[in-house]
């Protein structure tokens, strides 16, 4: 039992705090691909993203596990990205939009992860993860990320709240 849940339920809103947050995450990312600000979303994205890591850690205890140390990193640039949203009102944008794409990055990273471990045909093709299908998936995903950061990171330009308050009371 975790958290009053057998562990299969637990699992499943692990899972689903994980979807939710790439789904979201896509979103925020189009957002700053056209410039957008995208608040509610970015708020659902920080916060299942979040929930997705810290989730994590309350799985059975077996040692300290890439999946650990992958979500420990996690929250360290959730952090960073929160800061950067809140606190900082979008100051230093281009911290924010990076450190939001590493995020979803992250998370993607564990969905290619899980989907070779559990889905059958991706399995049979790479039983071990140290096998050329795999290692190419993981290397387009990141590849597709750093394209989509540095545009993304390019594009935002949206103005930081506190500027947007001040032109508008002008």
């Known amino acids: 039992m975790i958290l009053g849940m057998s562990l299969q339920t637990f699992t499943l809103l692990h899972v689903l705090l994980s979807l939710v947050g790439i789904a979201s995450g896509f979103v925020v990312l189009a957002g700053f691909l056209r410039n957008q600000r995208l608040d509610r979303w970015t708020a659902v994205f920080i916060t299942t993203t979040a929930l997705t890591s810290v989730t994590g850690f309350l799985f059975p205890f077996k040692g300290v596990t890439p999946g650990i140390k992958l979500g420990v990193i996690s929250l360290l640039v959730l952090a960073v990205t929160i800061v950067t949203r809140y606190p900082l009102h979008l100051r230093w944008r281009k911290t924010f939009v ?73």
């Open 98 to 170: 990076i450190t939001a794409c590493a995020a979803l990055y992250f998370n993607v990273f564990v969905f290619v992860v899980q989907s070779f471990e559990k889905i059958a045909p991706l399995r049979a093709l790479a039983p071990t993860q140290k096998e050329p299908p795999f290692a190419i998936a993981q290397l387009t995903v990141l590849g597709l990320f750093i394209i989509l950061t540095v545009l993304a990171a390019r594009n935002f330009r949206a103005e930081p709240v506190a500027a947007k308050s001040a032109s508008a009371a002008a």
